[in-house]
């Protein structure tokens, strides 16, 4: 699992770039689309954002996530969420091999003011 040192702010938008390697840290390119999901930290989906499909994948990928994406559902100061990637891709070991990834970031609940 990779976590981020950036975090997001709460309804902003939030890119997170991801570079796919296979165990050995080689660099792999999908056989089909990677399909992405957002959890919270119970495992319960956020947005709807399960199984979305990035088409024509390449071995480095970016997922804007933004708006409802961010939401903090309480006034925590911050709360994790993962996106969870899922893919095959062939390699000398063998074909259809399942890729599995996750990315731990934080999202900052802004500040209100008083007005």
């Not at 709360?79 to 063998?94: A, E, F, I, N």
Request: glycine letters at 4%; a negative charge.
């Amino acid at each position: 699992m990779t976590e981020l040192d950036v975090h997001a702010t709460e309804g902003s938008s939030f890119p997170i770039t991801v570079e796919l390697a296979d165990s050995q840290g080689t660099e792999i390119v999908p056989n089909d689309d990677v399909m992405w999901s957002l959890v919270d930290e119970d495992g319960v989906t956020v947005n709807n954002r399960h199984n979305v499909s990035i088409p024509s994948p390449a071995s480095t990928i970016t997922i804007l996530l933004s708006d409802d994406d961010l939401a903090i559902p309480s006034r925590d100061e911050s709360v994790p969420r993962w996106l969870v990637l899922k893919c095959t891709y062939d390699s000398t070991l063998g074909d259809e091999i399942p890729l599995r990834a996750q990315v731990k970031f934080w999202i900052d609940a802004l500040k209100e003011d008083d007005d």
